[in-house]
């Protein structure tokens, strides 16, 4: 019934303390996010920036111009209209407030049984983070797949080319729904180069020409491993790339198993093989294979080096034969019609077919005269890595891997490493790439929470000069992680990065309801009512508001828990992890918080009596 401007000024009086500390706390929570480093860091760093900068400006906007919107666009008699759909909505409401009001009463003075279902809350909230599966960052459809193809040791080019060509053509012909082009390229891999190796780049359509699940790149991918298992000449393998490209070229894990205890190639070889064989039947994994090529056949060119200095020959002279004559070397550049062309020399392809051929090479010694190699050297053929493939200083093997349909890359990577542990002492393993990153994540999970939540209670400590109201607050934590996990755990996501995010917008959100009904709660006791009378008051009067922003908040992130297409993967993890914990943390936070206030408010000392009063008790006083 007040004027606009009076209804102003009074509700500015008790809520600015309630907006600044739930913005206070909305951005405080994110600001250890921005000190983390790594790839991680790079992308808590967005998040923290954007969310900070944006709870600055919405405190100072609703301080500062909306209470002069609201004295001047509002009318009299608004929000006490009896008719139409508001009336009909108010009539509704005003039914929900009272039957609320019940249950909360019932709650507080049954507080103890009230405490120990809370703790009943924390314990499962606790046995289900545990719980989670674990990752690093959701897999996205970024419309490409990559294939990968690898034929045995010793395979021709030719026989390569034919294998890419049934790849090109599966895709081309039997996918052609999602695909829109393929890239075949021969010779070369992600494993390494080579005659018998190969790689397809396939380009999909646009996301909204592959609006049903059966166009996406993860089953068109699934489709095409299901195809390929049928050609016998090579190992193929149809992968989808990761999120960020600069952590790998496939989605899964990456480990580098190394030889630690100088063992030599071949145990480190048998060592491979045992774990691949283990890994083929283990539930939990899938695609697991070498990341470099198999060893191939070699032959090796071994140089008296006494003969060559007896005939006027120098390594150096020897090697630069070698590399030109089979390999091919750059000579000089000339000028064609006005554009500058490379010269390389390379033996003729009849005279370097055969090993026999080194025999019809010759080598200009000191005297300029021509030595044939079969004067100083012999060969012989050898079986060996195509390549020296070291990580952190140990010679080493890429194993690349994915997790079964249902199993999370956390669970994956935990099973690989059992795997391991079985193998012979000596062989060591460390993660890189995305793996790499995952544990990083994991391991600064844990931390990144318990600093969030830090900051947050030294916060509103100052803010409000007191212990009793952050540590109420901060009891509701739990009620909104608990929709976050379940939810997450629903929709079968993991706990990954984008997980975090959302797990500390859902700690913000859950504080900011509680910091409205404690910071008005806190006013009446100050005012002289009790504890019990001022949480019920509280709780009431701050129902509405707290409904209010808790809805506002789910509609806003229910786009990002319906997305599809580009980006869908972070946008999920995001959106159902808040929604769950909005919808925990309002449900349950607006029964428990008046439980919290009137449980740890009970050690407060009696609000002070006013010196007025004092003097008028002091001459009433009867003789």
Not at 43 to 67: E, G, K
Not at 98 to 103: A, S
Request: with cysteine; charged share 15%.
């Amino acid at each position: 019934g007040l004027s606009p401007r009076e209804a102003t000024r009074r509700s500015m009086d008790q809520i600015s303390g309630a907006l600044v500390g739930i913005a206070l706390v909305l951005a405080v929570v994110f600001i250890p996010m921005a000190f983390f480093g790594g790839s991680v860091g790079m992308i808590y760093r967005q998040f923290s920036i954007t969310i900070v900068a944006s709870m600055t400006l919405s405190v100072a906007v609703a301080l500062i111009l909306t209470p002069a919107l609201c004295a001047t666009l509002l009318k009299p008699g608004h929000g006490l209209t009896r008719k139409g759909p508001f009336g009909l909505f108010n009539r509704g409401y005003d039914g929900f407030g009272r039957g609320y009001q019940w249950v909360v009463t019932g709650l507080v003075r049954h507080r103890w049984f009230a405490m120990l279902g809370f703790a009943a809350i924390v314990a499962a909230v606790a046995a289900l983070f545990v719980r989670m599966p674990t990752g690093f960052l959701p897999e996205e459809d970024q419309g490409a797949i990559t294939v990968q193809v690898l034929l045995p040791p010793g395979s021709t080019m030719e026989r390569t080319r034919a294998v890419i060509d049934q790849v090109g053509k599966h895709f081309v012909e039997g996918e052609k729904d999602a695909v829109a082009s393929a890239l075949m390229i021969t010779g070369f891999g992600f494993s390494g180069r080579g005659q018998n190796s190969g790689l397809t780049f396939i380009r999909l359509h646009p996301w909204d020409q592959r609006n049903r699940p059966e166009l996406s790149a993860k089953a068109v991918a699934g489709r095409a491993m299901a195809a390929f298992s049928k050609i016998k000449e090579a190992v193929i393998f149809a992968v989808v790339p990761p999120a960020i490209s600069e952590l790998g070229n496939a989605t899964g894990f990456q480990l580098q198993l190394q030889d630690r205890g100088g063992l030599g190639h071949d145990a480190l070889i048998a060592a491979r093989d045992q774990l691949l064989t283990l890994a083929a039947d283990d539930p939990t994994l899938i695609r697991v294979r070498q990341g470099g090529l198999e060893d191939t056949p070699q032959y090796k060119i071994e140089v008296d080096r006494e003969k060559a200095a007896a005939l006027g020959l120098s390594l150096a002279d020897i090697n630069a034969t070698l590399a030109a004559t089979w390999g091919g070397s750059y000579v000089n550049d000339f000028i064609d019609r006005g554009r500058t062309k490379r010269v390389y020399l390379q033996g003729d392809a009849p005279y370097r077919m055969q090993p026999e051929d080194i025999d019809r090479w010759y080598v200009r010694n000191r005297l300029g005269e021509m030595v044939p190699f079969s004067a100083f050297s012999t060969g012989r053929w050898s079986f060996g890595s195509p390549k020296l493939d070291r990580f952190s200083g140990f010679p080493t093997i890429l194993i690349q891997g994915e997790a079964a349909p249902g199993s999370s890359s956390g669970q994956a990577m935990a099973a690989i490493e059992r795997l391991v542990e079985q193998l012979p002492e000596g062989i060591g393993h460390e993660w890189s790439g995305l793996s790499y990153e995952e544990r990083v994540a994991g391991a600064g999970a844990m931390s990144l929470y318990a600093l969030s939540l830090l900051v947050v209670f030294l916060c509103l400590a100052a803010l409000y000069e007191s212990w009793s109201i952050p540590l109420s607050v901060m009891l509701v934590v739990p009620l909104g992680v608990l929709g976050a996990v379940v939810t997450t755990l629903v929709f079968g996501l993991a706990n990954d990065v984008y997980f975090q995010v959302g797990l500390l917008t859902t700690i913000g959100l859950s504080a900011k309801n509680a910091i409205l009904i404690v910071e008005f709660a806190k006013e009446l006791r100050e005012q002289g009512q009790g504890r019990i009378e001022a949480a019920l008051g509280a709780a009431k009067a701050r129902l509405r508001p707290i409904l209010m922003t808790s809805l506002a908040f789910v509609l806003g992130v229910l786009p990002l828990a319906r997305s599809h297409g580009a980006g869908a993967g972070a946008q999920n993890a995001i959106g159902i992890a808040v929604i769950g914990g909005v919808a925990t943390g309002t449900i349950l936070g607006i029964l428990m918080v008046p439980v919290f206030f009137v449980v740890i408010a009970r050690k407060d000392p009696k609000a002070p009596v006013p010196k007025d009063i004092q003097a008028d008790a002091v001459v009433e006083r009867p003789r």
